[in-house]
T-cell receptor, first 115, second 115 residues
């Protein structure tokens, strides 16, 4: 069964500082990997995804993530955080194509940005 | 930009009452998902539809929850009777199809409080 671990429940960074959110996955083959962001009381917005190819993927809002097979990781990064980035971030893993292609989410990392 | 619509946004109900949530996916999206997100956790899939057919309802508590997508477009999730532990955010998502690389687009969710 697939699973996702986000070891950091809460992270605080200063505006303008760099950010890295950790994500480790468990899956028997090369997975589909996603990062979503959720503002309070809202649904989830897709930041970026990895399916295959280049292991460094670019997303919206200046985010990027790197797939490292040897470490089973898919960490999210941003070089300079803005106050509007404060939100909850979820990493998710999707099974390879099949009849039931569900996403399994981590428990999330809440990002707080100080001015 | 097309969005997934959900209603109501907020619902307060007493335990043992019935409650229903509605979702209208992005036009043309064949796959529809219902997730439950308990406070402080990531979303968990309850049921997945491909057109009008259920392809995964393994995590749906079938003694009290039901879901339908009669014409393969909009969908309703029902809980009867509601229990205190059902308090959560209920998220609907849609994607073009399952069985291939996909992106799931989420609606704003319905926040359910059972008293």
């Amino acid at each position: 069964a697939q699973s996702v671990t986000q070891p950091d429940i809460h992270i605080t960074v200063s505006e303008g500082a760099s950010l890295e959110l950790r994500c480790n996955y468990s899956y028997g083959a090369t997975p589909y990997l996603f990062w979503y962001v959720q503002s309070p009381g809202q649904g989830l917005q897709l930041l970026l995804k990895y399916f295959s190819g280049d292991t460094l993927v670019q997303g919206i809002k200046g985010f990027e993530a790197e797939f490292k097979r040897s470490q089973s990781s898919f960490n999210l990064r941003k070089p300079s955080v803005h106050w509007s980035d404060a939100a909850e971030y979820f990493c998710a893993v999707g099974a390879r194509p099949g009849t039931a292609s569900k996403l399994t989410f981590g428990t999330g990392t809440r990002l707080q940005v100080t001015l | 930009e097309a969005e997934v619509a959900q209603s109501p946004r907020y619902k307060i109900t007493e335990k043992s009452q019935a409650v229903a949530f509605w979702c209208d996916p992005i036009s043309g999206h064949a796959t529809l998902y219902w997730y439950r997100q308990i406070l402080g956790q990531g979303p968990e899939l309850l049921v997945q539809f491909q057109d009008e057919s259920v392809v995964d309802d393994s995590q749906l508590p079938k003694d009290r929850f039901s879901a339908e997508r009669l014409k393969g477009v909009d969908s309703t999730l029902k809980i009867q009777p509601a229990e205190l532990g059902d308090s959560a955010m209920y998220l609907c998502a849609s994607s073009l199809e399952s069985g291939r690389p996909y992106e799931q687009y989420f609606g704003p969710g319905t926040r359910l409080t059972v008293t």
